[in-house]
C-alpha cells in the first residue's frame, strides 16, 4: 500500500490518540476499578477453561501489543515510519560513493549515545522495580507506569523526545538510532511481575530490540543517510518531523 506524501504523521498522531484514550481508561480502573487489574493472574488460558468477559478482556489487550510488536518485525507494515522499516534491506537504497570510514565513526558515535539511553532507562526503572520488591508500590503500578510509557513512545515520535534531545541529537525519527527499542522501554516495567502476560510481552519486546541491534550490527549502511538515500530529507515522503522538526544535522563529532 503506497500512502501519500505526508500522511504518516496523520497516521502516528491517530496511533497517539488511541494510546491516550488507553491511557485514561487504565487509570480509570486503577481508580475506580482496582479488581481489573487482579485479572492478569486469575485468567486460566488451559485447556478446558471458561473464558469470562474480564478474561477476554486481557487476552484482547494482550494480543493487541502482541500484534504491534509481530508487526515491527514485517516489511510490508506500511503503517510504520521509515525510522522502524530501515532495518530492512528491502528500502535499503546505496547511497553513491559513501566513505566507509565516516559511516563507521557515525556508528560508533550513535552507538555510545544509545548505551548511555540504555544505562539511564535501566536505572530510573530500576528503582520502582525496587519499590515493588520492597512492597512499596504494587504490580498496579507497574502496570500504570508501563501504559504511561505506551503513550510517550509515540510523544517522542510526534511532539518533543528527550532522548532525541540530550543523548543520540539526531535531526529525525526516521534517523533514529534507538527507534525500535520503544516496546522494550515501554514494557520493561512488566519485567518485574512474573505472570505470562507481562513476561510474554516484556521478552518479545527485548526480541524486538535484539533484532535491530543484530541487523544494525551485519548491516550499518542501511541506517545512516550517508550510506542510505532513502533516509536523506530530500527523498523523505512521510513529513512526520512536521510538528517538532528537525533538531540536529547528522554530523560526526
Keep these: 500500500m503506497k500512502l501519500k506524501k505526508g500522511s504518516m504523521l496523520y497516521i502516528y498522531v491517530g496511533k497517539l490518540i488511541f494510546r ?5 481508561l487504565v487509570v480509570w480502573a486503577y481508580w475506580m476499578r482496582p479488581q481489573y487489574f487482579d485479572l492478569i493472574y486469575s ?12 478474561t477476554w478482556g486481557v487476552l484482547g489487550i494482550w494480543s493487541l501489543l502482541m500484534a504491534g510488536m509481530i508487526l515491527h518485525m514485517i516489511p510490508s507494515n506500511w503503517s510504520l515510519t521509515m525510522g522502524s522499516r530501515k532495518e530492512f534491506g528491502t528500502f535499503y537504497q546505496p547511497a553513491d560513493a ?3 570510514l565516516e559511516m563507521y565513526r557515525y556508528v560508533q558515535k550513535n552507538n555510545l549515545s544509545a548505551i548511555w539511553v540504555l544505562l539511564v532507562w535501566i536505572s530510573v526503572n530500576a528503582v520502582f522495580g525496587l ?12 502496570i500504570v507506569l508501563s501504559v504511561f510509557y505506551y503513550v510517550c513512545d509515540l510523544i517522542c515520535v510526534v511532539i518533543w523526545c528527550p532522548f532525541q534531545q540530550f543523548f543520540i541529537k539526531n535531526k529525525c525519527c526516521v534517523n533514529c538510532r534507538i527507534f525500535n527499542w520503544g516496546h522494550f522501554m515501554m514494557f520493561f516495567p512488566l519485567l518485574f511481575i512474573r505472570n505470562f502476560f507481562t513476561w510474554s510481552l516484556f521478552f ?17 549502511e542501511r541506517f545512516w543517510e550517508g550510506s542510505n538515500a532513502v533516509l536523506k530529507c530530500v527523498n523523505c515522503q512521510e513529513k512526520i518531523c512536521r510538528i517538532k522538526g528537525r533538531k540536529f544535522t547528522d554530523k560526526i563529532r
Design 131 to 142: 519499590l515493588y520488591v520492597l512492597d512499596v508500590i504494587g504490580f498496579r503500578e507497574l
Design 43 to 54: 485468567v486460566n488460558i488451559g485447556p478446558g477453561a471458561s473464558l469470562s468477559g474480564g
Design 20 to 24: 491516550i484514550l488507553v491511557l485514561g
Design 204 to 220: 518479545t519486546s527485548l526480541v524486538v530490540m535484539l533484532r535491530w541491534e543484530i541487523t544494525l550490527l551485519k548491516h550499518p
Design 98 to 100: 559513501y566513505d566507509a
